[in-house]
């Protein structure tokens, strides 16, 4: 099922030169590219999810009897985006001297900012405001998913080289990027200030071309069965990333359902590719697996090797 993704949200807001700047981003990090995503007008909203089921065995009865009524268990979840303000800065004497001109100048500027927004809103994804994610930023995957009851654990035991596979069920009742203000992403006008480049010595100014963005970036996990993880993957032997464990953390979804992507690290594909035996005739290497029993597997640069074995 394809969802609205930032790209779209990009596109809803009918401005050209976001949309050639996101898609630009957008490319090399999967979990923008592909995520569900929605816009609200406010900041925040609240979600009611069913976390229990009241009877699961049925509401049989003898003639005459009567039935207790079911009480289902309810918790309400809070989803806030959070002030993304990008801002970049290019010495005006330099921008005009640019020999395609300033606007050609403070495109590069922009698209080089934006590209570390779109890393750091990636890794956020998954980490969120603890390790490794920004103490300021939305909540992540791994503040979010059911710990006790959606992981695998691989048994890595090398601290600081552990790294983590999501198995992730995207849409509006499960994950999905939200952005707040009607989706805002439009950059500012470019303006000219007079910047100080050290602070150190507040003397000392030149002019610059100036220019912002403001978003309201945020992640909503919808349900106690929207994500599953595979954590403690590391280099020590036969702590690696294989089929058996992906099994495993596909049998944790409900029957019926399934992640509609699976996200790792560069190491983790790697490992998962070597613990399999090449049956071919040719007697090459295993190929690298683009899916696992037909979900696509995105390898990203936001999951990192260097977890600690107790994220």
């Not at 403001?214 to 036969?238: H, N």
């Amino acid at each position: 099922m394809a969802f609205p993704t930032l790209l779209d949200i990009a596109k809803q807001n009918g401005s050209d030169a976001t949309v050639g700047l996101i898609d630009e981003t957008i490319k090399l990090h999967p979990e923008l590219q592909i995520g569900a995503a929605r816009t609200i007008a406010g900041l925040n909203y609240k979600t009611l999810v069913r976390v229990a089921l009241g009877n699961t065995a049925g509401s049989f009865r003898h003639a005459n009897e009567g039935v207790a009524p079911h009480v289902h268990r309810y918790e309400n979840r809070l989803v806030e985006t959070f002030i993304l303000n990008p801002r970049w800065e290019c010495d005006k004497a330099i921008a005009d001297k640019h020999e395609d001109g300033p606007a050609a100048y403070i495109a590069l500027e922009a698209a080089g900012t934006l590209e570390g927004e779109m890393q750091a809103l990636a890794r956020q994804f998954y980490y969120g405001p603890g390790a490794n994610g920004n103490a300021k930023g939305f909540p992540g995957l791994i503040q979010s998913y059911d710990a006790a009851n959606m992981v695998v654990d691989a048994g890595g035991t090398t601290d600081n080289t552990a790294s983590s596979v999501w198995l992730v069920r995207f849409g509006p009742k499960n994950v999905q990027w939200v952005w707040g203000a009607n989706g805002q992403l439009e950059p500012s006008e470019v303006r000219v200030e007079s910047v100080i480049p050290d602070a150190s010595r507040p003397t000392e100014k030149f002019d610059a071309y100036v220019q912002t963005m403001l978003a309201y970036p945020g992640v909503q996990v919808g349900s106690l069965w929207s994500a599953a993880r595979i954590k403690k993957l590391t280099a020590d032997a036969g702590k690696g990333l294989t089929d058996a464990l992906l099994y495993k953390a596909l049998a944790l979804f409900p029957a019926g359902t399934r992640p509609d992507a699976i996200f790792m690290s560069r190491r983790s594909r790697e490992q998962w590719r070597a613990s399999r035996t090449a049956t071919n005739a040719t007697g090459a290497p295993a190929p690298i697996p683009d899916n696992f029993e037909g979900i696509p597997v995105y390898a990203t640069d936001s999951i990192l090797d260097t977890e600690t074995l107790t994220l």
